[in-house]
């Protein structure tokens, strides 16, 4: 399975006009693993939250799948690191959050025992269109949603989530997640909760099940971390 999406958490209205932010994760599972660290600045004379930022983003991604192309089904160990850097926009109402961004990457992949035909190994350049939204309902529920689209890997990632705020120290609901490319399709379906540990620093944790096409059910679990300065 392999996860190539760059992913940037949605902004907390408290950090909406900090100078930066710096974020960090990692999610996974017995199939896969998918870090990242990155780094969000917003452009002159914009504000964080409103406005045109830059982006740079650090990922590993550690997977596995079955292939036959040589005879009889073996596993497939793959390997990727990548460099992401661009732009985006973000547009902010009282109750709603869009966010428009756009990367240039770098792919280093490695496959092992060997390549398979219809995979790409090697070094890759890659294109990243991303979507987030973010939208407040009555009665203190709230949607958001991820696209993310990643040329030269031919690999998306969707997540969708609904949650609840009683207080404006942490969020929790539930998620469900989309993962394709060429040789996985994945679904996840899990909880997740935010906690605000300081005006300026936010903890998120998340845990479900994972259903890779043609394997059993695997539980996976993850962290993400925001700091703004």
């Known amino acids: 399975m392999l996860t190539l999406s760059v992913m940037m958490p949605l902004l907390n209205v408290s950090q909406a006009f900090a100078e930066s932010v710096v974020f960090s994760g990692i999610e996974g599972s017995s199939s896969n693993r998918h870090s990242y660290l990155g780094f969000i600045m917003p452009l002159s004379n914009n ?10 983003v650090v990922s590993s991604t550690a997977y596995g799948y079955q292939n036959d192309e040589r005879g009889p089904q073996i596993s497939i160990d793959g390997r990727s690191n990548g460099l992401d850097v661009g732009l985006g926009h973000t547009w902010r109402s009282r109750s ?9 990457g770098y792919r280093d992949v490695k496959l092992s025992p060997y390549a398979p035909i219809t995979d790409k190994a090697g070094n890759l350049l890659t294109f990243n269109p991303q979507l987030m939204l973010w939208s407040e309902l009555s009665g203190g529920i709230d949607t958001d949603l991820l696209v993310n689209y990643a040329t030269g890997t031919a690999s998306s990632f969707v997540r969708a989530r609904i949650g609840t705020h009683p207080t404006q120290s942490y969020r ?19 909880l997740f909760i935010a906690f605000k540990v300081s005006q300026s ?29």
């Open 47 to 56: 504000n964080l939250g409103d406005g045109w930022y830059k982006k740079l």
């Open 96 to 104: 709603a959050i869009a966010d428009l961004s756009a990367t240039a």
């Open 172 to 190: 929790v609901g539930i998620e469900r997640k989309w993962l394709n490319g060429r040789n996985y399709t994945v679904g996840k379906t899990g």
């Open 201 to 229: 620093v936010h903890l998120e944790l998340n845990a479900g099940r994972e259903d890779p096409e043609g394997k059993s059910s695997v539980t996976y679990a993850g962290i993400a971390i925001s700091t703004s300065f």
